[in-house]
């Protein structure tokens, strides 16, 4: 009998500790989350405010990571203050990210129920296309004790909606962004008198003269009859007798363009050539994209 008793009074202080403790993973995303004394009902990524499992992502694209019906926090008054940070961190556990305190709109605390908590990550730089990395949120409570931690693992891809040719060049991002929005564009989607940019990060393989090297940027775009309806032949003259340093021309090379009006015989064909006035190295994007 006494062996008994005892055996039942562990099984009581188990489930007291496991009462203030919880765990998650989502089989599909690999999104794991860990608490104490604080708890959420559920924990999900969303993109363009829909759920997704998924945990590769677009260059330049933005998720969000949902914590929903958060409890267990410390009340002052009926409010809670729940704190967040987050960090971004590789494959070689090198901290790329960290971020300060991202909840603070509210320092008389919060009173909404349920508790919807959110973070949002775009994957840019100093994130790259075709690395993997983790992201880590950490929620405490700043009038107690407990803590919740969420984990993610996702992977960064190029996108596919640009075709690239290159010849004795080398470069690290290229991707297509809206000033209007501010934000790169992943669908193609561009809207009417909005500037939109065609960038090329960490271009190099250009001959140095002197220390410096002397490109070429031309662009050209038509309709879907054909049209020509934007064309430089060398956005880069001034440049020709001068040249730019290879930093500047590594760090950003970019044209941009706009669609005014209501109206366009979609899609809008675009092409952006950038050569080497010194040798036969350049580069080509090529790119499809619809006005709305």
Same mark, same amino acid.
């Not at 019906?69 to 008054?77: A, D, I, Q, R």
């Not at 409570?141 to 407990?146: I, N, Y």
């Not at 008198?193 to 220390?211: H, P």
């Given at each position: ?7 039942? @009074?562990? @099984? ?11 765990? %998650? %993973? ?6 794991? $989350? ?11 990524? *969303?993109? /363009? ?6 945990? $590769? ?8 990571? /949902? ?7 410390? &009340?002052?008054?009926?409010?809670? #203050? ?41 994957? =840019? !730089? ?55 929005? +501010? ?9 009417? /008198?909005? /500037? ?7 271009? %190099? ?14 662009? &050209?775009?038509?309709?879907? !009859? ?9 956005? #880069?003259?001034?440049?020709? =007798?001068?040249?730019?340093?290879? !930093? +500047?021309?590594?760090?950003?090379? $970019? !044209? ?5 009006? *209501?109206? #366009? ?14 040798? +036969? =190295? ?5 790119? +499809?994209?619809?006005?709305?």
């Amino acid at each position: 009998m006494k062996t008994s008793l005892r055996l039942f @009074f562990l @099984f009581l202080v188990l489930a007291g500790c496991q009462f203030s403790k919880s765990a %998650k %993973k989502d089989l599909l995303s690999g999104l794991s $989350s860990t608490g104490s004394k604080i708890s959420c009902e559920d924990v999900y990524i *969303t993109v /363009n405010n829909e759920k997704t499992t998924r945990n $590769s992502f677009i260059y330049g694209e933005t998720f969000y990571l /949902n914590f929903s019906n958060v409890t267990g926090l410390t &009340k002052e008054n009926g409010n809670v #203050f729940p704190g967040m940070t987050m960090t971004v961190i590789n494959t070689s556990g090198d901290t790329l990210m960290q971020t300060g305190e991202l909840i603070t709109n509210y320092p008389n605390g919060m009173n909404f129920s349920p508790l919807l908590l959110t973070a949002d990550l775009t994957v =840019a !730089a100093p994130i790259k296309s075709g690395g993997k990395y983790t992201v880590i949120i950490n929620i405490r409570d700043r009038k107690g004790d407990g803590t919740y931690r969420s984990k993610f693992d996702f992977t960064v891809e190029k996108s596919d909606k640009i075709t690239v040719e290159s010849s004795k060049v080398t470069y690290n991002e290229i991707y297509i962004y809206s000033q209007g929005d +501010d934000k790169v564009i992943i669908d193609n989607k561009i809207r009417y /008198n909005d /500037n939109i940019y065609i960038i090329i990060e960490g271009l %190099k393989g250009f001959t140095e003269s002197n220390g410096m090297v002397f490109p070429g940027l031309s662009i &050209k775009a038509s309709n879907s !009859a054909g049209e020509v309806v934007l064309e430089s032949d060398d956005l #880069f003259t001034e440049y020709s =007798a001068s040249g730019i340093a290879p !930093a +500047d021309l590594a760090e950003r090379v $970019s !044209a941009h363009f706009n669609i005014p009006g *209501t109206q #366009f015989n979609n899609p809008l064909h675009c092409e952006l050539t950038v050569w080497d006035k010194k040798s +036969d =190295a350049r580069i080509k994007v090529i790119s +499809d994209m619809v006005v709305e």
